[in-house]
């Protein structure tokens, strides 16, 4: 459904801990995005990459970091640094026009 | 780069009456604008979209226009049903190259009996 799959749908994490977000595509699509969204807000920009080992910081990159070793994954790591992760993260690719959005990974501090 | 405003944050209708959703963007480079329906706890999902060589499009109960000279666009919805009810995003940005994103701040429509 969409090509685009994102693990896992719940995490819970430990104060103080880093955890990694999967996305993987299927779309053969160069740009991929992470979004965050809390409660009632809308989509911030975390990272985004245009093609293979290429990215960029968006609006809120800190605490956060990814990386882009091939065209099918684009993995984001939450940081100890990052003081408020719980959320819901969203990760998208684009071709030309559509983007296309996974089912989300739900992140919990506890 | 690209900034996107949007409004209402929220917007209650009676079933049946119309809504309408306004965004504003920045870049007059952005030739593309589409409009998202996300609903609770699922995926954004795109509803329409709109080039910048065309000033309205309609799919059923749907439609978005698009006033270039204001830099502007805006999604009507109209004979609103409950299953109407969800969170919509707007999005401007030029295709064919891998733009930043930007989306709106969102809409919460909630469609009442």
């Known amino acids: 459904d969409g090509g685009i799959t994102q693990s896992p749908k719940y995490l819970f994490r430990k104060e103080g801990q880093n955890v990694t977000l999967s996305c993987e595509q299927n779309l053969n699509h160069d740009a991929m995005y992470w979004y965050r969204q809390d409660p009632g807000q809308g989509l911030r920009l975390i990272y985004y990459s245009q093609i293979v080992n290429d990215f960029q910081k968006g609006d809120i990159a800190e605490g956060y970091s990814v990386s882009r070793e091939k065209k099918e994954s684009f993995p984001l790591t939450v940081t100890s640094a990052q003081k408020n992760p719980t959320a819901f993260y969203l990760c998208?690719?684009?071709?030309?026009?559509?983007?296309?959005f996974g089912q989300g990974t739900r992140l919990t501090v506890v | 780069g690209e900034n996107v405003e949007q409004h209402p944050s929220t917007l209650s209708v009676q079933e049946g009456d119309s809504a309408v959703i306004k965004c504003t963007y920045s870049d007059s480079a952005s030739n593309y604008f589409p409009w998202y329906k996300q609903e609770l706890g699922k995926r954004p999902q795109l509803i329409i979209d709109?080039?910048?060589?065309?000033g309205e499009k309609k799919d059923q109960r749907i439609a978005v226009t698009l006033n270039k000279t204001a830099k502007h666009f805006s999604l009507h919805i109209t004979e609103t049903q409950p299953e109407d009810s969800a969170v919509y995003f707007c999005a401007a940005y030029f295709t064919g190259t891998a733009s930043k994103l930007t989306f709106g701040t969102g809409t919460r429509l909630q469609v009442t009996l």
């Open positions: 998208a690719t684009k071709d030309t026009d559509e983007a296309f």
């Open positions: 709109i080039r910048s060589n065309v």
